[in-house]
């Protein structure tokens, strides 16, 4: 039995769907990320999920019960907010016993659970000081202490780390799932920060528009997105218009070249795609490159080199081959990763070929769900 089950849930505020038919089972100890852009209805269901909000229609379940009409008092969960919401007039050890007292749990109890919680999120040496006295942190981490010191059967994550500095942040979320794998607690994230939910989460839900556009892990949602949305939304991607020549047989053309590569099964032969491909699995060619043993190519001319530190990262301009007119030419930029230790070979407005790895790449339409035209890839880190 699943811990936590969203069942069809619908959220309307007026005339705009906030969450539409949104339904989801998160297994007994998983950490699931609920990852879109601003307004996709991520903390709404969230919101939902704790009590704070009630469905249209639908229903939230946790251990086999129905919970959609109970308070959220009732639901058995711990919540961190975007803000902390710590109380000003008391001590870090006294926010964290707070949820404790209200419970009238016996005193040694308290304590005992209280000190085990501060030292487990680095906090006894602050146990004494107020809010106001520790840094975004050290409140972040005595806010997740508070949340889990009753012992939720689901802890419910709203942009915990969004106040806190780009350092920081990333401490803290490794702190997170340090924290939520050793004491196995069924936890939610909402977040806008991709890189943040894929470096922590089991399993993550892209939203988009009040819906779920796909759920998978890390690794699928990155390297196997399934629409143009989660390709332009999840790091950086390439979208390279092909044309389907076969979708059961997986053959697609560019280039006057036909290779095989992963065809998604709603397109049909004849129309164009886009096929899919990250930056750092793009190849520069030289003299010395080998075959490309049934890989594409691509000309383009760099516009603009951006130092990443150990990588650079080079847009280029495509450069269409004289009178082909098997696939239109990508209008978009293309990203290429290269090392920056060898960046400087290619300088701005010097022309470069790359080898497009069929096997690392993926056929979808050039459609988005919605019916309209794929957004332009994403080129941020």
Known sequence: ????????????????????????????????????????GKTTTLRMTAGFESPDSGSVVVDGFDVTDLPPNRRGMGMVFQGYALFPNMTAAENVDFGLAVRKRPAAERRARVAELLELFGLAHVAGSYPHQMSGGQQQRVALARAVAIQPGVLLLDEPLSAVDAKVREELRTEIRRMQVQLQITTILVTHDQSEALSISDRVVVMNHGAIEEVGTPTQIYAEPRSAFTAGFIGAMNEIPVRVISTSGGVVERGGKRVTAPVAAELNDGELGLLLVRPESLEPLG????????????TGRVEVQTFLGATTRLLLREVPAAGDRSAPPSTRLLAVDVPSASAGRWPAGSQMEVRIPVKASRVIAGQSAAGKPAAPANLDA
Not at 14 to 38: H, I, T, Y
Not at 287 to 298: E, I, K, V, Y
């Open 1 to 40: 039995m699943s811990r936590l089950e969203l069942e069809n849930v619908f959220k309307q505020f007026g005339d705009q769907v906030a969450v539409r038919d949104f339904s989801l089972s998160v297994e007994d100890g998983e950490l699931v990320s609920f990852l879109g852009p601003s307004g996709c």
């Open 287 to 298: 003299p010395s490159s080998g075959s490309l043993n049934g890989d594409l190519t691509l």
